[in-house]
């Protein structure tokens, strides 16, 4: 079983910085391989839509809508994936949630931005 757990939301103004960090533990600590990983993000009464994915060879994904804001990385020796989030605005106000995929689909608690004009 793998545990996610995700960190780095806040409170911001329109045109900051946030960066989320998601750590994995469980198989893929104990047995050393990569999974593919990414973020998605849902706002009240809306569905959960991809952010950005980063896949097992390192190729990465964006939503259109945050293209040349967002970054996507990984630690592979700390099991971390982040979120580098540049020049935010209020649209991007949602709860950040990490997604991991080895097999299972296996999802993070979630963690709240906020960006105010």
């Known amino acids: 079983q793998v545990q996610l757990v995700e960190s780095g939301g806040g409170l911001v103004q329109a045109g900051e910085s946030l960066r989320l960090s998601c750590v994995a533990s469980?198989?893929?600590?104990?047995?050393?391989?990569?999974?593919?990983m990414g973020w998605y993000r849902q706002a009240p009464g809306k569905q959960r839509d991809l952010v950005a994915h980063?896949?097992?060879?390192?190729?990465?994904t964006y939503a259109d809508s945050v293209k040349g804001r967002f970054t996507i990385s990984r630690d592979n020796g700390k099991n971390t994936v982040y979120l580098q989030m540049n020049s935010l605005k209020p649209e991007d106000t949602a709860v950040y949630y990490c997604?991991?995929?080895?097999?299972?689909?296996?999802w993070g608690q979630g963690t709240q931005v906020t960006v105010s004009s």
């Open positions: 469980g198989a893929s600590g104990s047995i050393f391989s990569i999974p593919s």
């Open positions: 980063i896949y097992r060879d390192g190729t990465t």
């Open positions: 997604r991991y995929v080895s097999g299972r689909i296996y």
